[in-house]
């Protein structure tokens, strides 16, 4: 073999060379973006209605584009589904901007106008605000709710108010009876703080209970508020605090044990931190449960911590709550129900029984490197059976729009 021939051969094995590190490098760079924008997406669905912070500055534009569209044309819908089902419906990303979801039981200060008259007059301006805050929005077992009460004037100053009532009412389906009264206490920085403990066993005071203050002020008399709490006198089941991790097909894989007493269809969320505070994913769990102890298997998938660009560390499970749905039926049997014709009964006590949360949060065994989770894309039934859906939506526009 002749010199130019070797040069030949070399030299096309470097090209190829070159071709094939550029193809890896140009699609881990795309495997990013698509990630950026893929998170970029769930926080803009996620985003409090409350809050004034905009979604993160995706990478392709692909979460604003969505966001702005008017018409749901192929390419939207498209953008979509690459969006939505980069991830099991599931597990999905989490960040900081997803107030709700990483302070989930937190009661989230918003300032309510306050008018000199009840309802207000035409083109009427608010005299004072008010908000509520607190621990928690969910009481269980004898954990007393708490709910600070603040009265500011229209430039933000402290306005101490005097409490003259603090009422508790039942969940509307007994009626929004009168279950008991609260008691309250204001601090020198003017905030009122009510509280208010359940008893065990006592039905007034399961559900979706409200806590009515009225208060006086200089600007405006016997003024009413009101504060939603659910409530869970007696609980169905309970965290035990035993946690196990693991890797599992690439997915890191929490089991928390817990000890039910009441055998129901449960519904959980859990968050998954670093050490630092900074958020990661969050699971979503579905499942009937059985009386006994058992484990709970709470998947965070791979691909989030690549998109979410966690390096490597221990890892911490915050922000597990679970409930049972109070269903006047067995909700396995619910299809048989509806394929006979039969009535399903409908609910006539609350729709939740909450689950005390944990003492404390669970900080993985050991650190984990991002390279231990798979950067594959979620594949499933419900991804094939919705591009199957898009793709129809495309064909039927082509057809209507030529």
Excluded at 334 to 363: C, Y
Aim: aromatic letters at 10%.
């Amino acid at each position: 073999m002749n010199k130019n021939k070797i040069y030949l051969i070399l030299g096309g094995s470097v090209i190829l060379l070159c071709i094939a590190i550029g193809t890896l490098l140009l699609g881990g760079r795309i495997t990013n973006r698509t990630g950026r924008a893929a998170v970029a997406f769930e926080e803009e669905r996620n985003r409090p209605s409350s809050s004034e912070e905009m979604t993160s500055v995706d990478e392709n534009g692909a979460a604003k584009k969505i966001q702005a569209a008017e018409v749901a044309t192929p390419e939207i819908m498209m953008l979509q589904f690459q969006m939505q089902y980069r991830y099991p419906l599931d597990s999905r990303p989490l960040t900081r901007t997803m107030t709700d979801l990483t302070e989930p039981f937190k009661i989230h200060p918003a300032r309510h106008p306050i008018y000199a008259h009840n309802p207000p007059g035409e083109d009427e301006k608010p005299v004072l605000y008010y908000s509520w805050s607190g621990p928690s929005h969910i009481v269980t077992g004898n954990t007393p709710a708490i709910a600070i009460l603040e009265v500011t004037d229209t430039d933000g100053n402290s306005v101490v108010p005097r409490i003259i009532s603090a009422d508790v009412y039942s969940d509307f389906t007994f009626g929004r009876r009168l279950a008991g009264q609260a008691s309250s206490e204001t601090g020198g920085d003017g905030k009122s703080k009510i509280t208010w403990t359940p008893r065990s066993g006592e039905r007034l005071h399961w559900g979706e209970v409200e806590l009515r203050v009225t208060f006086d002020t200089p600007q405006v008399k016997n003024n009413q508020v009101v504060a939603d709490f659910n409530s869970t006198p007696t609980v169905p089941a309970a965290f035990t605090g035993d946690f196990y991790d693991h890797i599992e097909d690439g997915s890191l894989v929490v089991d928390a044990s817990i000890d039910v007493k009441k055998a129901g269809k449960y519904v959980f969320d859990a968050n998954i931190f670093d050490q630092s505070g900074e958020p990661y994913g969050r699971v979503h769990l579905v499942k009937y449960l059985e009386k006994g102890q058992q484990k709970l298997p709470l998947n965070f998938f791979g691909i989030v911590f690549h998109d979410r660009e966690f390096s490597n560390g221990k890892l911490v499970l915050k922000n597990l709550r679970g409930r049972r749905m109070n269903l006047p039926f067995d909700p396995r049997q619910l299809d048989g129900m509806l394929a006979r014709g039969e009535v399903v009964p409908t609910n006539t006590e609350p729709l939740d029984e909450w689950i005390p949360p944990v003492a404390s949060d669970f900080v993985t065994g050991r650190a984990y490197d991002v390279d231990e989770f798979s950067k594959k894309e979620y594949q499933g039934l419900d991804k094939e059976e919705r591009y199957k859906q898009v793709q129809q939506y495309a064909r039927d526009w082509e057809k209507d729009h030529g």
